[in-house]
């Protein structure tokens, strides 16, 4: 099994920039991918970013293109999402996720999730 923490959402002005953590603890997997997503009130959940296991190979949503960064640190398995001029429309509950079997895979393991709040 494998657990994901998410950390580091809360209150932010529009414009401005707040840094997820996501740390991994249980069984790791070599080669998996990870992945953030959002959900907004009464949408459904999207994609943000994801991250192949060597890092070099990345995705992201058309709607934080350029503002959002994903990479990961596997000696702390742990995944990052650094988010720039944040906009209100990116509120949302954000969880990170595993992909056991890598990139195009089915996400196996999920976060709890945390707030992002961003106040226009």
């Known amino acids: 099994q494998v657990q994901l923490v998410e950390s580091g959402g809360g209150v932010v002005q529009a414009g401005g920039s707040l840094s997820l953590s996501c740390a991994a603890s249980g069984r790791t997997f070599t080669n998996s991918a990870m992945g953030w997503f959002r959900q907004a009130p009464g949408k459904e959940r999207e994609i943000v970013a994801q991250i192949s296991w060597s890092g070099g190979t990345t995705h992201y949503a058309d709607s934080v293109k350029g503002r959002f960064t994903i990479s990961r640190d596997n000696a702390k398995n742990t995944v990052y999402l650094q988010m720039n001029s944040l906009k209100p429309e990116d509120t949302a509950v954000y969880y990170c996720?595993?992909?056991?079997?890598?990139?195009?895979?089915?996400?196996?393991?999920w976060g709890q999730g945390t707030q992002v709040t961003v106040s226009s």
């Open positions: 996720a595993l992909a056991t079997g890598g990139r195009g895979h089915a996400y196996d393991f």
